[in-house]
């Protein structure tokens, strides 16, 4: 199975700065990756489509770029809604998803 | 509102089972494909299983085939995660998602989760 790896696992921020996480794959997904926000107790909510494309809904402060096996999700001016868990997966090779293990974004 | 709901969780001993359900409401799951995904506590998220909207192809991670079975009934808009011969392992919140056929294949609506622990 494709592993994915996400940095950092924990992150401290502050409302309205500029974060970038990234996630790695161990072998080309072309741009097969998604990103998903997930706060305690709730679904999770898919934020970016195949690397880059924006969820209908979600404000433009988030963003997704990469191919092949390294991605980035940035999310500038921090608002307080944002903070929460933020993970990858990787849609190359159905049925075998794989997700990163999730960066903890925190108000610092 | 849209609503997609887990439910079916709880306590199981070792070798015991559970069928989990997930409902939606505001929402069709028929004519999508739908997976299973798992949460171990303080681990990350593992695909377990995936059932075609026709239910003709149905897919399982390795550590699960053979004791779960998924499935899905499309006029009650229900999907279904039967588990037997539960271990501690199986320990973790089930998530089930609705996925999208088109660009990038990403899961679009999650429910919130149900907690299925195994423990004597």
């Known amino acids: 199975d494709i592993q994915m790896t996400q940095s950092p696992s924990s992150l401290s921020a502050s409302v309205g700065d500029r974060v970038t996480i990234t996630c790695r794959a161990s072998q080309s997904i072309g741009d097969y990756l998604n990103w998903y926000q997930q706060k305690v107790g709730q679904a999770p909510k898919l934020l970016i489509y195949a690397a880059s494309h924006l969820q209908r809904g979600v404000p433009s402060r988030f963003s997704g770029s990469g191919s092949g096996t390294d991605f980035t999700l940035t999310i500038t001016s921090l608002q307080p809604e944002d903070f929460a868990t933020y993970f990858c997966?990787?849609?190359?090779?159905?049925?075998?998803?794989?997700f990163g293990q999730g960066t903890n974004l925190q108000i610092k | 509102e849209v609503q997609v709901v887990e439910s079916g969780g709880g306590l199981v001993k070792p070798g015991g089972s559970l069928r989990l359900s997930c409902t939606a409401s505001g929402l069709t799951l028929s004519g999508y494909t739908m997976i299973w995904v798992r949460q171990a506590p303080g681990k990350g998220l593992e695909w377990v299983s995936l059932i075609s909207s026709d239910s003709t192809k149905m897919n399982y991670a390795d550590s699960v085939q053979g004791r779960f079975t998924i499935s899905r009934d499309n006029s009650k808009n229900s999907l279904y995660l039967q588990m037997d011969s539960l271990r501690a392992e199986d320990t973790a919140v089930y998530y089930c998602?609705?996925?999208?056929?088109?660009?990038?294949?990403?899961?679009?609506?999650w429910g919130q989760g149900t907690r299925v622990t195994v423990s004597s």
């Open positions: 998602a609705r996925e999208l056929s088109g660009y990038g294949r990403p899961c679009d609506y």
């Open positions: 997966q990787q849609s190359h090779y159905p049925p075998r998803y794989t």
